[in-house]
């Protein structure tokens, strides 16, 4: 392996992993949000919070995917 695919590697490995943990704990801070509010909605009590998130972490392992090949596509239009 190169140390351009390497390097690619490397970019897309790490930012898929901070996108999992953010979305993550996104998700979770929300289902605790969720549970102060003053009116608790039928959501918060038929929604489990472990799948709400996993649903997080799976959003933000996309969304960090999709961040590092935009970036890795922008760094190679630019050479």
């Known amino acids: 392996m190169d140390t351009k ?20 704990s996104a998700s979770w801070a929300e289902s605790d949000r969720c549970w102060a509010a003053k009116e608790v909605t039928n959501d918060c009590l038929t929604t ?13 392992l996309i969304a960090g995917f999709t961040a590092a090949v935009a970036a890795a596509w922008q760094i ?3 050479e």
């Open 5 to 24: 695919t390497k390097r690619l590697a490397l970019l897309v490995v790490s930012c898929s992993a901070v996108g999992v943990i953010l979305g993550g």
């Open 76 to 78: 190679k239009h630019d």
């Open 48 to 60: 489990d919070p472990l799948v709400k998130t996993m649903q997080g972490m799976s959003t933000g």
